[in-house]
């Protein structure tokens, strides 16, 4: 019944006076959320009759005294709150409303799926800060470990390890000009996280442009890895930490006219296998 009723799709037609979930109770403590009375001139509003079997879900929840049950359930109720509220400052009481779930719970094995949800809470909250020195994201991820070192073996931890796989993950993205000047330096630009070295290599291959589309895409790395290495270099990366995506620029030395390929890795090896490798071909023309 709660999926039918989280879902937009169960009641896309509705009167003038629908429901709207517009108060700061719907983020209430359990206690205090399921004594309130959510008023509604619609009886047939899907997000009132959500929020109304959450009261009752939570509330036998509570007279029974079922602590996962109760985490579980309350746990949907903050995200269906969040998902349809209308209020300004929704992320902000949501976020605040797990920080004391997980003040509450910290010693239950559910805990961890707590910390789950607020370690997404502050991922979604770095992404809307362009300027963010990434302090969010290193809270999610100590979060994560600790939650996992305190309930190991829990559904939750396997969540959070999951997240801390993610958010460690290296990433490598290579971009340049299609056509560059021949007998001249060409920057490469690189998108790049969790790395401090990357090495770069440029591969010669005969002058035409579809030979490249003709291999197979999962073949493509090995073979070009066997052509002949017109320069290969590598170079330090500043990396702060902070678990987001950078962007700096990379020298290629001057090459003669012809048809090349640039690959970027995060190995000397530039073997796809546990490593990241990226590639895009250029003209010298």
């Not at 602590?67 to 300004?88: G, H, K």
């Not at 991820?141 to 309930?151: G, I, L, P, S």
């Not at 995506?245 to 530039?270: K, N």
Request: glycine share 2%; net charge negative; charged share 25%.
């Amino acid at each position: 019944a709660l999926q039918h009723f989280a879902n937009e799709r169960s009641y896309l037609t509705e009167p003038a006076y629908k429901f709207y979930l517009d108060r700061e109770e719907a983020f209430a403590l359990v206690a205090d959320f399921v004594k309130f009375k959510f008023e509604s001139r619609d009886s047939s509003s899907g997000k009132w009759l959500g929020i109304q079997l959450f009261q009752r879900i939570l509330a036998a929840h509570l007279a029974q005294n079922r602590e996962a049950a109760l985490i579980d359930a309350d746990l949907l109720r903050l995200q269906f709150v969040q998902n349809n509220s209308i209020l300004d400052d929704k992320d902000e009481r949501y976020r605040q409303a797990l920080a004391v779930l997980h003040k509450t719970h910290y010693n239950h094995p559910s805990d961890a799926e707590i910390v789950h949800a607020m370690a997404q809470a502050w991922i979604a909250q770095d992404s809307e800060l362009p300027e963010s020195d990434g302090a969010l994201l290193k809270q999610a991820v100590a979060e994560c470990a600790d939650a996992v070192k305190r309930h190991p073996n829990t559904f939750g931890a396997r969540q959070c390890q999951a997240l801390l796989h993610d958010l460690r993950l290296p990433a490598l993205e290579l971009d340049l000009e299609q056509v560059n000047l021949p007998g001249k330096p060409a920057l490469v630009s690189i998108q790049y996280k969790n790395l401090s070295k990357v090495w770069v290599k440029v591969v010669k291959l005969p002058n035409d442009p579809d030979l490249l589309n003709q291999v197979q895409w999962e073949d493509r790395l090995a073979w070009l890895n066997r052509k002949p290495v017109a320069q290969q270099q590598n170079w330090t990366l500043r990396d702060p930490g902070d678990y987001r995506m950078h962007r700096t620029e990379l020298s290629l030395g001057a090459l003669p006219a012809g048809y090349y390929v640039a690959l970027i890795s995060s190995d000397e090896s530039f073997s796809a296998q546990d490593q990241r490798v990226s590639f895009a071909p250029f003209t010298c023309s």
